[in-house]
């Protein structure tokens, strides 16, 4: 239905006829669409996002506050492409932001087709050629903004932190988590080395060359404000099995650290990447802490919550209960 609407757009860039609508994705809780237009000269991406009548949430999240957080990040995403996309970068490829059509109720956004330059597929499981491209792309991306402040992107990164997730937290029923949870959450937000996280990174936003050693990633719905390990946990509980995660873990760590020991000294020769590993390496399992804390508020029952990720969260608290008694005795 939206065939005309698509086409207006191909005569604004003189692209042609439209050939062909392939939808990828229908948004989350229903607020429209992600499709590829095809024309005679090239396809192009569109995010439309339509702000549904009536709100639906497969988890049964119709609140007010849930749909003003996904309203603030359409607008993210938007300022991202408009501010964040307009040079290429083969380190941490992401799409270009062609232009972006707005009215009162609906987006539309108009991005390059990954696709179109090599980045063909997306994957339901990882190889290790899949995780290392990743963890590269993460590390790129984290170098790249280390220091670097904005106000058009969210003041916290990922759609879970303590803050917009008020009603998920009162449902919390695990004591001690809810108990040291705004401590985790400060152990995050203050740590020295800030970067701003892509907040989404999971498997399913990264976009993988045909031979999986490269990729490009997606979805900038929640990028943000934070420390580096937020993403790296939310990858690997996307990308790796739950029972093979333990063994995976330091590989995991080595993999993006010397990524990112390369991508320091390509964007920020000034910053001692021994320091920043140094701070982030035990903030591996405090981030997953984090996650785990909204996960038990949001999805008692999700498979993310397994026996790997509550002994990593039991460290973390053992790692914050520590620290905080070394600072008793100082």
């Known amino acids: 239905m939206n065939s005309e609407l698509y086409q207006n757009i191909g005569d604004e860039f003189n692209l042609g006829r439209l050939v062909a609508i392939e939808t990828i994705q229908v948004l989350w809780s229903g607020y429209g669409?992600?499709?590829?237009?095809?024309?005679?000269?090239?396809?192009?991406?569109?995010?439309?996002?339509?702000?549904?009548?009536?709100?639906?949430?497969?988890?049964?999240?119709?609140?007010?506050?849930?749909?003003?957080?996904?309203?603030?990040?359409?607008?993210?995403?938007?300022?991202?492409?408009?501010?964040?996309?307009?040079?290429?970068?083969?380190?941490?490829?992401?799409?270009?932001?062609?232009?972006?059509?707005?009215?009162?109720?609906?987006w539309l956004l108009v991005m390059e087709d990954l696709a179109s330059v090599g980045y063909v597929s997306n994957v339901t499981y990882a190889y290790k050629t899949h995780l290392k491209a990743s963890l590269e792309w993460l590390a790129n991306f984290h170098a790249k903004y280390i220091n670097i402040k904005s106000d058009i992107v969210w003041s916290i990164g990922t759609y879970w932190h303590l803050d917009t997730r008020p009603d998920e937290?009162?449902?919390?029923?695990?004591?001690?988590?809810?108990?040291?949870?705004?401590?985790?959450?400060?152990?995050?937000?203050?740590?020295?080395?800030?970067?701003?996280?892509?907040?989404?990174?999971?498997?399913?936003?990264?976009?993988?060359?045909?031979?999986?050693?490269?990729?490009?990633?997606?979805?900038?719905?929640?990028?943000?404000?934070?420390?580096?390990?937020?993403?790296?946990?939310?990858?690997?509980?996307?990308?790796?099995?739950?029972?093979?995660?333990e063994q995976n873990e330091e590989w995991i760590l080595d993999t993006y650290?010397?990524?990112?020991?390369?991508?320091?000294?390509?964007?920020?020769?000034?910053?001692?990447?021994?320091?920043?590993?140094?701070?982030?390496?035990?903030?591996?399992?405090?981030?997953?802490?984090?996650?785990?804390?909204?996960?038990?508020?949001?999805?008692p029952n999700h498979f993310k919550i397994n026996e790997y990720s509550e002994e990593l969260t039991s460290k973390a608290l053992a790692y914050l209960k520590n620290k905080n008694l070394q600072k008793e005795k100082i």
């Open 257 to 299: 650290f010397d990524a990112l020991e390369n991508a320091i000294e390509y964007y920020q020769k000034n910053i001692d990447i021994e320091d920043l590993e140094e701070e982030w390496r035990p903030l591996f399992s405090v981030a997953w802490a984090d996650f785990q804390r909204f996960l038990k508020g949001w999805s």
């Open 169 to 245: 937290f009162e449902l919390l029923e695990d004591k001690e988590l809810k108990k040291f949870a705004k401590l985790i959450d400060s152990e995050l937000t203050s740590c020295k080395y800030q970067t701003i996280v892509h907040g989404d990174a999971k498997l399913a936003n990264f976009c993988f060359s045909s031979g999986g050693d490269s990729c490009a990633a997606v979805d900038f719905q929640y990028v943000g404000h934070g420390c580096g390990m937020k993403d790296i946990v939310y990858f690997m509980s996307s990308a790796v099995e739950p029972e093979i995660c």
């Open 33 to 106: 669409e992600l499709v590829r237009l095809k024309f005679p000269k090239k396809s192009i991406i569109i995010k439309h996002i339509q702000l549904p009548k009536s709100l639906s949430h497969p988890r049964g999240w119709n609140t007010d506050l849930s749909h003003q957080r996904k309203l603030h990040s359409y607008e993210v995403e938007v300022n991202w492409y408009k501010n964040f996309s307009k040079q290429i970068d083969k380190r941490c490829r992401i799409p270009l932001g062609i232009k972006c059509f707005q009215n009162e109720n609906e």
